[in-house]
């Protein structure tokens, strides 16, 4: 399983979810974000999580498509 990291950026206290899985290549564009987002195919920190919306900090573990992606501050 490959892990990909996220860096916040100094100022922000967290990322969207869409935003996490455009950021790290695993979507093309928000639309194919919100897409598997809302079939339930992303799950953060080891539960399905269907909003786009999602606020992720430090330490959260988001997994799709059999990848990871871990945000850090």
């Given at each position: ?59 959260d ?13």
């Open positions: 399983m490959i892990m990909d990291i996220i860096k916040l950026r100094e100022k922000d206290e967290f990322i969207k979810l869409g935003q996490a899985l455009k950021a790290a290549g695993l979507v093309e564009n928000g639309a194919e974000a919100k897409e598997v987002i809302q079939d339930g195919e992303v799950s953060v920190n080891g539960e399905t999580d269907t909003r786009r919306g999602r606020k992720l900090y430090d330490g573990i988001v997994e799709y498509n059999h990848e990871q992606i871990k945000i850090e501050k």
